[in-house]
C-alpha cells in the first residue's frame, strides 16, 4: 500500500528555518517525482517545489525560490524540504505528494500525504 507521510512541522519565528521530511511507504522514492504543496486557511493550494524522480529538475515556486531546498533521501526513502528565511506568509499546512507519471509544479499528483502544519509568527 503506497503511504506518504509529513513530519518536521511546527512553530518557527520570522527568519527561521525548519525542515520537512516526507517519509514514503509501499514503493520506492526513486521511482516516483515527488512534490510539496500548501494551503493556507482561506486560500487555494499552492505547489511549492516539486522533484522529478530521478532526482533531477527541482522546481520551485517564485514566492520560495531561492529560500527552500527539496532534495532526495534515498536511505530513508523520504525528500526533504529545507526552508530557510521562513516568513509569515509561509505558514500552512503542508502536503508531499507523489506521481510516477508527471512531474512539476503544475502535475495532478496521485498520492498524498496527511500534511503538516508550519506556523511561522512571533
Known amino acids: 500500500q503506497l503511504q506518504l507521510v509529513e513530519s518536521g512541522g511546527g512553530l518557527v519565528q520570522p527568519g527561521g528555518s525548519l525542515r520537512l521530511a516526507c517519509r514514503v511507504s509501499g514503493f520506492n522514492v526513486s521511482v516516483y517525482s515527488i512534490a510539496w504543496f500548501r494551503q493556507a486557511p482561506g486560500k487555494e493550494r499552492e505547489a511549492v517545489s516539486a522533484?522529478?524522480?530521478?532526482?533531477?529538475?527541482?522546481e520551485y515556486a517564485d514566492s520560495v525560490k531561492g529560500r527552500f531546498t527539496i532534495s532526495r533521501d534515498i536511505p530513508n526513502n523520504a525528500v526533504n524540504l529545507q526552508m530557510n528565511s521562513l516568513k509569515p506568509e509561509d505558514t500552512a499546512v503542508y502536503y508531499c505528494?507523489?506521481?510516477?507519471?508527471?512531474?512539476?509544479?503544475?502535475?495532478?499528483?496521485?498520492?498524498w500525504g496527511q500534511g503538516t502544519q508550519v506556523t511561522v509568527s512571533l
Open positions: 505528494a507523489a506521481s510516477r507519471l508527471v512531474w512539476g509544479l503544475s502535475a495532478e499528483y496521485d498520492y
Open positions: 522533484m522529478h524522480r530521478s532526482g533531477l529538475f527541482p
